[in-house]
């Protein structure tokens, strides 16, 4: 039986046990009911660090941020609903106004939780937590199957937050729901014109950070105005920055050096100051320098521009890391939540009709296959397991690193049919058969090789 159809079968086991208990049984409900929505996502992150412009981002829309959780779901038509202390939650408006959506809470005093619905492709396989500053990790996580912490750099408080969202024996045990982002990325080459490559380059070495990669699955960055705009780029926008990108770099350039002279009264282009005023808010200094270099070098429509906009912010390689790291790992990020809330039941109300499903929750999060994989991929990236150079790619690639389908895992960039998979699978099998019976080997390589060969084994039916 698969881990999610196990745990789910835990969940209704728990419900038969707790059945006399209110708190226990709607404590119950409610994790059946979010084991099959789609995988919640928390955005955390200090103050100021670009949260709401990073859901902004992801959703396709421009929102006003909010100091408060708010929830975004898929919907038919945009809706909001505000939840305050007891009782039914409000429906509230959802407002225009400077190019961005507004929520209008400013009748409630304080709100614990607002939901808005809205029509988005990416809201059909997530639901994106946008999160307090001040909010904890256990706050943040306790409604949430995975986060995306948001830093400049990683520093002391943001590792002391990573270490705080992994601490739980079940969390310790898969370690699989974390995305490090590196956001502002314009910034953290001082808004050079190669300060998205150097971003890039920073997210790299973090990866490999021995202190790091324990903590999350993946290092990305992004450049969250520019991510915005490559999704929200309006055509009066499009049309004042062709009309600067108009003017050779030279003239433009000193009026580029800040913001103050890019809004000042000598400006060598017929624009209002407040349009300019406009696009430096929407973009930044740097945004609008590197827009105005990307039309002069050819990228001259709308389309071809927010095309470059999307592949230099980040924004495309954040989307792959969520499809790869938890959209596709729905079922074990919510087989994980679930155990965990089982094990916060069994703590809170001990009981001794529970003894059995607190050995099997035990159970279930040893040997698991699949928490066993993701262990394996922790503990090969952060060199508490070595492989042989030739064998490491592969065995991190196999049991579902870059990617959790067929193809992925047997490295096919184009799609290859059953045969080519089959012969491929067959082929890694013997490989790693052979490497998990090397009696010269040390005894955690020969393990991680049974773990590779157990997971060439579950492939082969469906290649069959």
Known sequence: MTLDRVVWSMLQEALAVYRDSPRATGWLRSHIERYTEPVRIAVAGRSRIGKSTVVSALIGDEFAPLN????????TE?????????????????????????????QFDRADRIVVEWPARTLRDVVLIDTPAEASPEQVLGEA?????????????DLKYLQAANDHPIARTAAVHTVAVLARADEIGAGRIDALSSAKQIARRYRRDVAVQPL?????SVAGLLAVAAKTLREDEFAALRSLASLGREELEDHLLSADRFVGEQFPVPMDPAVRQALLERFGIFGVRLITALIRQGFDTQVKLTGQLVQRSGLGDLRDSIAIHFTERRE???????????????????????????????RVVASAHDFRELRLVAALQAGRTKLPAELQAEALRLVGAEGTTSLARLGF??????????????DALVRWQAQAADVHAPNDQRRAAQIVVRTCEGLLPQLS
């Not at 408060?68 to 919907?75: A, D, I, L, T």
């Not at 959802?94 to 929520?103: I, P």
């Not at 990020?333 to 050995?359: T, Y």
């Open 216 to 220: 999350c699955q993946n290092v990305v």
């Open 145 to 157: 199957d995975a986060l995306l912490y948001l830093m400049r750099h990683v520093q002391d408080e």
């Open 413 to 426: 960039d184009y799609e290859a049919d059953q045969r080519e998979q089959r012969e491929a699978l067959l």
């Open 78 to 106: 945009p809706r909001a609903h505000v939840f305050s202390g007891p009782g039914r939650p409000h429906e509230v408006a959802v407002g225009r106004r400077g190019g961005r959506h507004h929520v209008e809470i400013g």
């Open 332 to 362: 074990i990020l919510k087989a994980r939540s679930a155990l965990l809330a089982l094990d916060v039941l069994f703590r809170m109300e001990p009981r001794q009709n529970a003894r059995k499903l607190m050995a099997d929750l035990e």
């Open 68 to 75: 408060s959780f708010v929830w975004y779901r898929n919907g």
